[in-house]
C-alpha cells in the first residue's frame, strides 16, 4: 500500500545544516499527517516534527523548535525536513511516518508505514 522512503541523510559538523526527504511511492501521502521521528542508541524513539495532511498546522519537539522546519509539497507526494544548528544531540537515524494521532498533545505517539530511515551524524 503505503512506501516510504527517507533520504538526505549524511555526515555534517555542528552548526551545519541537513535538509531530509520522504518521499511516498503514489499520492495517498497527501491525506495523511507525517511524522518525522529519530533513534538513537542508547536514547528512547523521539518524535521530531509532524505536519498535517494540509500542511497547516505543525508540530515539534522542544528539542528541535526553532532550529528544524517541517513542510510539505503534496504535489510531489513529499515531506520534508529542514534541519539548522545541528548539533551532537542530533545524531541518530530519522524516519518518517504516517502519524495516526496528529493532535497537539498525541503526536508522534501512534504511527505506521515507517520507512527504512536515513542517518544523520553529526560530528567534527
Known amino acids: 500500500q503505503v512506501q516510504l522512503v527517507e533520504s538526505g541523510g549524511g555526515l555534517v559538523q555542528p552548526g551545519g545544516s541537513l535538509r531530509l526527504s520522504c518521499a511516498a511511492s503514489?499520492?495517498?501521502?497527501?491525506?495523511?499527517?507525517i511524522l518525522w521521528f529519530r533513534q538513537a542508541p542508547g536514547k528512547e524513539r523521539e518524535g521530531v516534527s509532524c505536519?498535517?495532511?494540509?500542511?497547516?498546522?505543525?508540530y515539534y519537539a522542544d528539542s528541535v523548535k526553532g532550529r528544524f522546519t517541517i513542510s510539505r509539497d503534496n504535489a510531489k507526494n513529499t515531506v520534508y525536513l529542514q534541519m539548522n544548528s545541528l548539533n551532537s544531540e542530533d545524531t541518530a537515524v530519522y524516519h518518517c511516518?504516517?502519524?495516526?494521532?496528529?493532535?497537539?498533545?498525541?503526536?508522534?505517539?501512534?504511527?505506521?508505514?515507517w520507512g527504512q530511515g536515513t542517518q544523520v551524524t553529526v560530528s567534527s
Open positions: 511516518a504516517i502519524d495516526l494521532t496528529p493532535t497537539s498533545t498525541h503526536w508522534g505517539q501512534d504511527f505506521g508505514y
Open positions: 503514489d499520492s495517498t501521502l497527501d491525506y495523511y499527517a
Open positions: 505536519i498535517s495532511s494540509s500542511g497547516g498546522t505543525k
